[in-house]
């Protein structure tokens, strides 16, 4: 619809044409006219106006046809057709509206009649327009909501693959460290590959002979707090957990991802553990299980990577650092945190260790040293 409407008028004698557009004028529409038949429908063509006011008779093209045509040309939009005829031709009035005209008007033309008349059928054609708008929003919303569905669909799909994909890490990785690996689309790093890590071991002191005397439902019972309070220090201190060996708990630091300060994090981690595991121990006694907790912790180079087979795998860690903890874990007594020569460097400013022993242990040819971990010093206030 133009603003002002455009009407076209239409007749083959300029008398009744100027009639028309001096009656209009007064409106503000936006006027202009043809002389026959075939200059109305280039008039159409080009100009697209909102109202034809036609004669029926005309030379050359009549009215009627020329209604037909435009109303029977898909390529042109919706135009109000309003046909002026005399009040004998009502044969022809009624072909006409066949034809698609919209309305009509007798001559001579009423004053008021047609003024009536026009605004009816622009009115008519606003209604159109505004139908035909909505339609192509509804077109619209309709595309874009199907474009929706499918993202949704594709971003579902994919989300549910990465849930997929940090379920089967979080069997051996931290919550905080599978996700960044499931996110960055690249488990390469999960590869065989070798670097240097803290490796931290501990488990219960007494725990095979609390199992041989106690119920199964109570040796599980242990294990489960055991395990839980455990796990939410691994995961705090963003340890990548390598093997739960019944008590037995092996954390690796600075793999598969790198971290600042491996051995301090573990040694931070290792005090936390023996604090919770020692409130623990405080239940069990009044339960009359007499359960301690040890700790061994090393530094040094290893191999690691995923092993195991398809649905089941594992992250692991393979060499000498891997056993030296172990191996003092072993050695530590109830509440002890041992570690190796290469943590105690690491972090001897920052925690209160002393020197213990120099230890033999198996699979070592030399005495290894190691250092009992006290606490940690406070930091200076700022």
């Known amino acids: 619809m133009h603003d002002p409407p455009r009407v076209l008028i239409v007749d083959d004698h300029e008398t009744n044409r100027d009639i028309l557009a001096k009656r209009l004028a007064t409106q503000g529409y936006d006027l202009c006219q043809a002389t026959d038949g075939e200059e109305a429908l280039d008039a159409a063509k080009t100009l697209h106006p909102d109202l034809i006011l036609l004669d029926v008779m005309m030379p050359k093209l009549n009215g009627i046809e020329v209604c037909r045509r435009l109303k029977g040309d898909a390529a042109l939009p919706f135009m109000s057709i309003i046909l002026v005829t005399a009040k004998s031709d009502t044969k022809d009035l009624v072909v006409g509206l066949d034809a698609g005209a919209d309305e009509y008007l007798a001559k001579p033309v009423d004053h008021m009649a047609l003024l009536a008349r026009v605004r009816s059928t ?71 590959h070798r670097r240097a890590v803290t490796v931290l071991f501990c488990d219960l002191r007494g725990f095979t002979t609390f199992s041989e005397i106690s119920e199964p439902e109570e040796v599980m019972l242990v294990l489960r707090e055991y395990h839980t309070a455990l796990g939410v220090l691994v995961d705090k201190f963003e340890g990548t957990v390598e093997r739960f060996v019944g008590d037995g708990l092996l954390v690796i630091f600075n ?32 339960s009359g299980h007499e359960i301690g907790f040890g700790i061994g912790i090393a530094h ?33 007594k109830n509440g002890q945190i041992l570690i190796d020569a290469n943590v105690f460097n690491a972090v001897e400013t920052l925690a209160d260790a002393e020197f213990t022993e120099e230890l033999s242990l198996k699979g070592f040819s030399r005495p290894v040293k190691a250092f009992n971990v006290r606490g940690l010093k406070s930091l200076p206030s700022t």
């Open 255 to 286: 793999d598969p991802l790198p971290c600042p300060d491996p051995s301090l994090r573990a040694v931070r981690m290792a005090v936390e553990m023996r604090d919770a595991v020692a409130k623990l121990a405080v239940k069990w006694s009044r």
């Open 122 to 192: 622009l009115r008519l054609k606003a209604l159109h327009d505004r139908v035909l708008a909505q339609a192509a929003d509804l077109a619209k919303q309709a595309a874009d909501l199907a474009n929706w569905n499918q993202t949704l669909e594709q971003r579902v799909a994919e989300q549910v693959s990465e849930i997929e994909r940090i379920g089967r890490l979080k069997r051996f990785l931290p919550p905080q460290i599978a996700k960044l690996v499931a996110s960055s689309h690249d488990e390469r790093m999960l590869e065989s």
């Open 300 to 332: 040094g180079y290893a191999t690691l990577g995923t092993v195991g087979y398809e649905g089941q795998f594992q992250y692991s860690v393979t060499g000498k650092v891997a056993n030296l903890a172990s191996r003092l874990c072993d050695h530590a």
